[in-house]
T-cell receptor
Framework: ETGVTQSPTHLIKTRGQQVTLRCSSQ?????VSWYQQALGQGPQFIFQ???????GRGNFPPRFSGLQFPNYSSELNVNALELDDSALYLC???????????FGPGTRLLVL | EDQVTQSPEALRLQEGESSSLNCSYT??????LFWYRQDPGKGPEFLFT???AGEEKEKERLKATLTKKESFLHITAPKPEDSATYLC??????????FGAGTRLTVKP
């Protein structure tokens, strides 16, 4: 059984650019959630996808968008990057007990 | 709005010195309370899910308990490898997962 994987591990972008982060869920899991974690803070919920539909969203602007594919992998897209978007972006997947989530290693994004 | 507050922010223990971490929460419709361990630069590692007041779960040196307003993570005879940030989170009926800021635990040999 493979765990949650994320790519890339690190990324550097400049302000105003767009970025796509990718996540492969744990085998057998059909729900994917995305989080933003600033240094020294707990993760903040961005949104959740269940069977390719958005199933909940946190307090993030529309320039944060996502997709879930038929194989339950997922993408997080961020448009018009701002300096404050620099953070660790975490993906988590869950299965039958959707509230229990298993996290990937994260993608560290730096916006200059 | 759901809120999660963890205390203390940081805790330094000697190896073998037992202690407890606190997580206070307010949530509309608790679906679950979660404890995670996070090492620097890595994703959170799942430890426990608690669903109702009075529930307890144990794993090695860790024991998590839950009341209607707070949860405790008890660490018995900790070792240096237990050093990490411990995160508490709650999930509500809107599929929103709210995390606390974490407790940074350091265990000295």
């Amino acid at each position: 059984e493979t765990g949650v994987t994320q790519s890339p591990t690190h990324l550097i972008k400049t302000r105003g650019q767009q970025v796509t982060l990718r996540c492969s869920s744990q085998s057998g899991h059909n729900t994917v959630s995305w989080y933003q974690q600033a240094l020294g803070q707990g993760p903040q919920f961005i949104f959740q996808y269940y069977r390719e539909e958005e199933n909940g969203r946190g307090n993030f602007p529309p320039r944060f968008s996502g997709l879930q594919f038929p194989n339950y992998s997922s993408e997080l897209n961020v448009n018009a990057l701002e300096l404050d978007d620099s953070a660790l972006y975490l993906c988590a997947s869950s299965g039958v007990r959707r509230e229990t989530q298993y996290f990937g290693p994260g993608t560290r994004l730096l916006v200059l | 709005e759901d809120q999660v507050t963890q205390s203390p922010e940081a805790l330094r223990l000697q190896e073998g010195e037992s202690s407890s971490l606190n997580c206070s929460y307010t949530v509309s419709g608790l679906r679950g309370l979660f404890w995670y361990r996070q090492d620097p630069g890595k994703g959170p590692e799942f430890l426990f899910t608690l669903y109702s007041a009075g529930e307890e779960k144990e794993k090695e040196r860790l024991k998590a308990t839950l009341t209607k307003k707070e949860s405790f993570l008890h660490i018995t005879a900790p070792k240096p490898e237990d050093s990490a940030t411990y995160l508490c989170a709650v999930s509500d009926n809107n599929n929103d997962m709210r995390f606390g800021a974490g407790t940074r635990l350091t265990v000295k040999p």
